[in-house]
């Protein structure tokens, strides 16, 4: 409803306005259609590109991992590479640590000199990667560890299943994993509250192929930051390594370590990438060899934030687009309205009569050139004025000037007539009331006035009545009625006496003792009406067919002068609308209306 009304206020007739709101909208939807979809590639490049990089950063800290997962495994391969370490090693874990010292000298003396000390081996291999936190190797016939921690220290701990769950739990976790150090073993060994990640490897008499304890290295897990430096300000989320339990073992948050990862069975379901949950985007790698695996786990909003950037400078481009494809086009066409509402001004002031305007526009196109073209049929309009219609008017004025050359002489002659008919018959009393008024109707023709009104007028029909009145004496009778206001409406002079004069002439019945005349003034909206009935003789309706065709096709009939001029003058004073009316019945007498405006005095004045 709203936006009716609105549309029929501004739009509905404003045909630059409609042209800016249908452009302005294919504009905008255009602009707006193509941003979004440059928006939906835009960021699903971003999305890919920064999956990308958790894709690399898992890889990287997968490769990390796997890399001490294969270290560990290196020192036992080289154990057994070397056949005189590999039975130092059984030794070592089949005997207690005084008989293995023995039997390092017992060697050291014989004539098989020295040889290579596992004790040492291992220390060796600590000091080699300072990743390691400790490095402990359990000897299950003996229920000791043989540990070796960061500080180079070398400590041996009884480990027997009376005392502590120590053998129980290495009994279980046998296999070649990465896990979370078992907790009994970090308080049996002391190690401090830090998280790490734990390798254990079995290790076998390579004799005999019995396995005789187990071999496990505690990495830091702060560490594996150091496999993220290249992406640390780049990744979204959080990067976790999880146990082959759903441990977790690391994760860049530092809020899960040691804990059961909260969506490890929906994780298992996951192949490479996918979404758990309703905002979580997971990218996965497994190592079935150290039974560990690495994810990053982003939320929806991180990971919109990565074309957060892209859609603000798209929104920001496609406000200033359509502000552009809105304001030019406005801008245009604007100055064309301007320029079409100056030719329709210039135009509306023609129609009021100023024929003297131009329209100032030099410019050479379409409009410009209707502008010369309105310029140069206004010149040469004038010219037609000049040459035809003042020809025309002055023509005219010719015909009233005749008119009255006409009226003028046979109204004399007619009256002079009657006064002598009068002054025959009786001697005359009254004739010099008769003359009275004839000086006073000659006067009122005569005399020049810049301003006649239709009271002038009216005070002319009355003496000219009154004349006829005495003349017939109580044959004859008039009434005039006109109101005050009506008074001083201008007119022109002789628009009513012919009239009066034609049915003096044509229309009273001398042998009838009530012949009456009645004129009377009354308005009509925006008009004024005056009309002028009798009773007397009437027109025959083809003599009345005549006259009419004579009042509007004047080039058909040259009859009926008086009443012509008179309807001619009203057309081409105030309009085709103005004029006279006739209607008149064969021995009942005649009307005859005369309209003109109540407003006229500029242009008769003008004329």
Not at 334 to 339: D, H, P, T
Request: aromatic share 10%; with cysteine; proline share 3%.
């Amino acid at each position: 409803m709203i936006i009716g009304n609105v549309y029929r206020k501004y739009f509905k007739n404003n045909l630059f306005l409609k042209m800016i709101l249908f452009f302005s909208i294919i504009m905008i939807v255009t602009i707006i259609t193509f941003s979004y979809l440059m928006f939906l590639s835009l960021s699903e490049a971003a999305v890919q590109r920064q999956m990308n990089i958790q894709k690399r950063a898992v890889e990287s800290v997968s490769s990390y991992v796997s890399g001490k997962y294969e270290s560990v495994q290196n020192m036992m391969r080289d154990v057994y590479r070397d056949s005189e370490l590999a039975s130092n090693t059984s030794f070592l874990m089949e005997h207690p640590y005084e008989e293995y010292v023995r039997f390092r000298l017992d060697k050291f003396y014989s004539d098989i000199g020295a040889t290579t000390d596992a004790v040492q081996f291992f220390r060796n291999k600590m000091e080699d990667d300072p990743d390691i936190r400790s490095l402990m190797l359990y000897s299950a016939d003996q229920q000791q560890l043989y540990v070796y921690n960061q500080h180079k220290q070398f400590k041996i701990i009884p480990t027997n299943a009376a005392r502590s769950f120590v053998p129980d739990a290495m009994y279980l976790e046998e296999e070649a994993q990465v896990s979370i150090p078992n907790i009994w073993v970090r308080k049996i060994v002391n190690l401090p509250e830090q998280s790490m990640y734990s390798l254990r490897v079995p290790v076998n008499n390579k004799q005999s192929l019995r396995n005789v304890g187990q071999l496990l290295v505690y990495f830091d897990a702060e560490k594996i930051w150091g496999s993220l430096a290249n992406y640390r300000d780049d990744f979204k989320g959080t990067i976790v390594v999880l146990s082959a339990d759903g441990d977790v073992l690391f994760d860049t948050s530092n809020t899960l370590y040691g804990r059961k990862y909260p969506y490890a069975e929906q994780i298992s379901s996951i192949y490479d990438t996918g979404v758990i949950g309703e905002d979580m985007t997971i990218t996965k790698l497994t190592q079935s060899q150290g039974g560990y695996t690495v994810l990053s786990a982003v939320p929806k909003e991180e990971l919109a934030a990565t074309y957060r950037g892209v859609r603000n400078s798209i929104i920001t481009i496609a406000l200033i687009c359509i502000l552009v494809a809105i304001i030019v086009p406005s801008l245009f066409i604007g100055n064309f309205a301007r320029r079409i509402y100056n030719i329709i001004r210039l135009m509306r002031k023609v129609k009021k009569g100023d024929l003297k305007a131009r329209i100032d526009d030099p410019r050479e196109d379409e409009l410009g050139q209707i502008s010369k073209s309105f310029n140069d049929m206004l010149d040469e309009l004038n010219l037609y004025i000049d040459r035809g219609l003042k020809a025309e008017i002055k023509q005219k004025h010719a015909e009233l000037a005749a008119l009255e050359a006409r009226v003028n002489p046979h109204f004399l002659y007619n009256t002079l007539e009657v006064i002598r008919m009068r002054s025959i018959s009786h001697g005359a009393h009254d004739v010099a009331e008769m003359i009275y008024s004839l000086s006073v109707l000659f006067k009122s023709f005569v005399q020049q006035k810049s301003n006649y009104t239709l009271k002038d007028e009216l005070e002319a029909c009355r003496l000219y009545l009154e004349l006829f009145r005495i003349r017939y004496k109580d044959k004859f009778s008039y009434s005039i009625r006109c109101d005050r206001p009506f008074e001083s409406i201008p007119i022109f002079k002789m628009s009513l006496q012919p009239i009066i004069e034609n049915y003096i002439l044509h229309g009273m019945r001398a042998d009838r003792n009530d012949n009456h005349i009645e004129i009377s003034v009354q308005p009509s909206g925006e008009d004024c009406i005056v009309q002028v009935r009798d009773n007397g003789k009437g027109i025959a309706r083809e003599r009345l067919e005549q006259i009419m065709t004579g009042l509007y096709h004047p080039d058909k009939n040259a009859e009926s002068f008086g009443l012509r001029s008179i309807h001619e003058r009203l057309g081409l004073l105030f309009g085709d609308r103005y004029g006279l009316e006739i209607e008149s019945e064969e021995g009942q007498g005649t009307t005859l209306t005369i309209r003109f405006p109540r407003k006229g005095e500029g242009v008769i004045n003008h004329v």
